[in-house]
């Protein structure tokens, strides 16, 4: 019995590189970096996509579109008026004593109702302003700006709905009780 089996054609085949049927060969280097290649580049495809949508996005968010918003002549504005049923609270944010008392004289004369007279939480706030509540007390708020002399009329539903007040004078650096 023979130890070694018997060779025939098929044991004498040389390997060859390449392509041999449907079989394929090893392949090189840059066969194998290709794959790689493609992974990079849309790696870096995606980020600069990625860049440019959060720049858009961050841009629409600082700079509004006005596609949708409305001129502002056409917007209705609202004019001063006296409202003696509102309440109103007044903040003095200065270093000037009694300034809450003399702009409460000077606001109950003029027929508006003063609930509250207290100093603000700072003293050192440099323009008077009126604040509102409630979006329907705007021509109020109005009224009462220009009873004491000043432009700042802004709407704040949160921060002074706990005074329990509708309106809310703070008393600033700039107010003179002569134009109050």
Not at 3 to 26: F, I, K, L, N
Not at 143 to 150: E, M, Q, S
């Amino acid at each position: 019995m023979p130890s070694r089996p018997q060779q025939d054609e098929y044991d004498r085949v040389v390997p060859v590189t390449g392509r041999v049927g449907a079989h394929r060969g090893q392949r090189t280097a840059g066969q194998r970096l290709v794959p790689w290649l493609w992974i990079v580049l849309g790696a870096a495809l995606g980020s600069v996509i990625l860049i440019l949508a959060l720049v858009i996005g961050l841009n629409n968010l600082l700079v509004p579109s006005v596609a949708g918003s409305t001129p502002a002549t056409a917007q209705a504005t609202v004019e001063p008026t006296l409202d003696p049923s509102a309440t109103v609270a007044i903040l003095d944010g200065t270093t000037t004593p009694d300034l809450g008392d003399v702009a409460q004289q000077a606001l109950t004369a003029d027929g508006w109702n003063v609930t509250e007279v207290s100093n603000a939480d700072r003293d050192d706030i440099a323009r008077t302003q009126v604040v509102y509540t409630d979006p329907s007390l705007e021509g109020a708020a109005k009224g009462i700006a220009k009873d004491v002399g000043t432009t700042e009329v802004v709407l704040d539903q949160t921060n002074y709905a706990v005074l329990g007040t509708g309106l809310v004078l703070i008393l600033g650096s700039d107010y003179s009780p002569a134009a109050g």
